[in-house]
């Protein structure tokens, strides 16, 4: 395998594993299926990515999928105050690409995931 080529499979390691800790991290019972691409979107867009996200989500037992809704089997739980922190700057959400000047990042086990607005880390997390 080239330099490269490993660089790249350990980079989509990194995002399988980053979206895994987002998905034990919802804090919903049972969503539709589009609704947890959605929160997978937020790491990759790559479709064949998406799927292996998916697979493996449900082969660790963090969801269970059945006619298009996936019930979550682990709930997690991120305390704002400690697991979302924000920052100033110029940034755009990754959930809907709007321009924000105040970022909110997810600081999850194996990475941090953002930058959002406020409503859209609610969001992805399933608070609202």
């Given at each position: ?27 919903h019972d049972d969503l539709p299926?589009s609704a947890v691409v959605d ?13 292996t996200i998916l697979d493996e ?72």
């Amino acid at each position: 395998m080239t330099d490269d080529r490993a660089r790249e499979r350990a980079h989509e390691d990194d995002r399988v594993a980053l979206a895994l800790d987002l998905l034990a991290a919802l804090e919903h019972d049972d969503l539709p299926l589009s609704a947890v691409v959605d929160r997978i979107e937020t790491v990759t867009t790559d479709p064949t990515l998406v799927r292996t996200i998916l697979d493996e989500a449900e082969l660790r037992g963090i969801i269970e999928r059945d006619e298009g809704r996936v019930r979550m089997q682990r709930g997690g739980f991120v305390r704002f105050e400690r697991h979302v922190v924000t920052r100033e700057g110029d940034f755009d959400c990754l959930r809907c690409g709007a321009s924000l000047s105040t970022g909110h990042f997810l600081q999850l086990d194996t990475g941090e995931l953002g930058p959002f607005g406020s409503s859209c880390v609610r969001k992805v997390l399933g608070r609202d």
